[in-house]
Structure formats: structure tokens, C-alpha cells
């Protein structure tokens, strides 16, 4: 499924957001995919979290525009999740469900056209919350919000409003979130003197309690396999964290964070290891 409109409303920030938050972790965990010919990837998580050991197992199968994922986790949860792409043009829908909670059912559609997006989700069960976003405007600038209405209290427990800027090397969005209560202002920028990273600046509020959080961070890509990130907040989190591409697919992550106010307490380590075909 693929469009020349405005991305989904969770995209919106999301490359900030990804460059502030992805691959951060103070876990220790391997993860080895295998993929088949025929379209079945399997792929076993071992994570040691606070000194407590935890696994799961995933699949994967693709089959034309069909995807099935499979998932069983340390405490026998067993997630299912059937999505089909194009059953009508730029359409997608979802069906999930987590085991042995047979309330937790959920059926999601989504719609991508020229000019806006949609998405709706719905509980299967007797009272169920229903979820839905929007976007309206092109690739370049985009407007949307999001909500979640409770059928047993009739009325909505989230709503949320944004809007987009994004340019081949930059983007910007502002969030009003939770209800009104927080507001959250981020600004990526990619730099050709990082080799092909980026610096990104978040600004967010939270009016009821009146706090504010400034956050910057970077990437710096050392060589075409080892990239280096590091964030720092106003109130002294600092993290970083070194990721080296092993093989094609195959990444060693080594990442730290330290609380510079506070230098009393021991700093945090995250180790990963991802291998694929």
C-alpha cells in the first residue's frame, strides 16, 4: 500500500522522535531472525531486564498482500495479527487478538488518500473503545488529530491534535496531547557536516503540573557502519549509544545513560545484538 498524501497521524513526529528514542535501552538482550524461502521469518528474543530473564518467540508469514504475525511470550501470551493490504485500493486492515484475553480483541482499517488518511480501530467485545485518526494535506505539510471513544461512558477518553512540516532534510510538528494538558514542539535537522546525521531539539510542557522538558540530541555517522547517538535534557538525563552494523541486517548495539545531577547513582547499560539473514 503505498500514497502520495500525508502520512498517518502516528507519523506524525515520528523522526524525531526516533532519532531521541530508538535503540536507547538499559536491557541486555539477542535477537536471531531466520527467514525461509516460502515466506515464514522466525525470530527468538532473550532479554535479561532488572536481573530477570525473559524470552519470547515471533513469525512472520508473508503471502501476497497478506501478513500473519505470531508471537509467544515468557508468560504464555500468545498474540495473533492478520493484516491484509488492498483488499480495495490504498486500503489495509487488521485483525489481532492477545491469548488468553479473548476480550482483547481488536479490528483496525486504514485508508491512505491523495490528500488525507485515515485510520479507525474497534474493540471486539461486548463494550468496546473505538479509536480513530485523521490527517489532512500533502507529504510536505499535514494537519491531524486522533481520539478514543468509551462506549460504556460515552464519551472520549483521548484527543489529540497536530500538525506537520517535513522537507527532504528537515521536519518539524507541534502535539497538544492528553486531553489539552501537554504540548510538544519538536524540529529535526540533518547535516551533511555529521556525515548524513541529524540534530533535533524537543520542547514539551505539561500545563497541570507546570513542567517543562528540553531535550536535544544528535547522530553522527562515524563510517557506512557505525553510526554514534547521544541525547541530554534540562533536567541532567544523558544518554549515548554506539551502534555497528555487523553484517547487512545484522547490528551490535552498545548504549549507557547517566543522570548528571545526580552523579550518586550508578550509570545504566543496554546491550543488543540483532542477527538476520
Request: proline content about 4%; overall charge positive; aromatic content about 6%.
Amino acid at each position: 500500500m503505498s500514497t502520495k498524501g500525508p502520512a498517518l497521524f502516528s507519523d506524525i513526529g515520528k523522526r524525531a522522535r526516533d532519532l531521541l528514542n530508538k535503540d536507547y535501552s538499559s536491557d541486555q538482550k539477542i535477537i536471531i531472525t531466520t527467514n525461509s524461502e516460502t515466506g515464514l521469518a522466525i525470530s527468538s528474543c532473550l532479554a535479561n531486564k532488572g536481573g530477570l530473564s525473559l524470552g519470547n518467540v515471533a513469525a512472520q508469514y508473508k503471502y501476497q498482500n497478506a501478513v500473519v504475525d505470531f508471537k509467544v511470550d515468557t508468560d504464555s501470551n500468545v498474540s495473533t495479527k492478520l493484516s491484509v493490504t488492498d483488499i480495495l485500493p490504498s486500503t489495509k486492515a487488521t485483525a489481532s487478538i492477545k491469548l488468553p484475553d479473548c476480550k482483547s480483541g481488536k479490528l483496525e482499517a486504514q485508508y491512505l488518500h491523495e490528500h488525507a488518511a485515515f485510520t479507525t480501530a474497534v474493540g471486539l467485545n461486548k463494550s468496546p473503545a473505538i479509536d480513530f485518526s485523521a490527517t489532512i494535506g500533502t507529504p510536505a505539510i499535514a494537519f491531524g488529530a486522533e481520539g478514543c471513544y468509551s462506549t460504556v461512558s460515552r464519551n472520549f477518553t483521548k484527543y489529540t491534535a497536530g500538525v506537520s512540516l517535513s522537507k527532504p532534510d528537515s521536519s518539524a510538528s507541534v502535539i497538544l496531547a492528553d486531553k489539552g494538558d501537554s504540548l510538544s514542539a519538536s524540529y529535526l535537522h540533518h547535516l551533511s557536516k555529521l556525515n548524513g546525521g541529524a540534530v533535533v531539539g524537543e520542547v514539551s510542557r505539561r500545563f497541570s503540573t507546570n513542567e517543562n522538558t528540553l531535550t536535544v540530541g544528535g547522530s553522527f555517522v562515524v563510517d557506512p557502519q557505525t553510526t554514534v547517538k547521544a541525547r541530554l535534557n534540562n533536567h541532567g538525563n544523558l544518554s549515548a549509544l554506539l551502534q555497528h552494523e555487523i553484517s547487512p541486517k545484522s547490528t551490535f548495539t552498545l548504549s549507557g545513560a547517566l543522570e548528571t545531577k545526580t552523579l550518586q547513582k550508578e550509570p545504566k547499560f543496554g546491550l543488543a545484538l540483532s542477527l538476520k539473514p
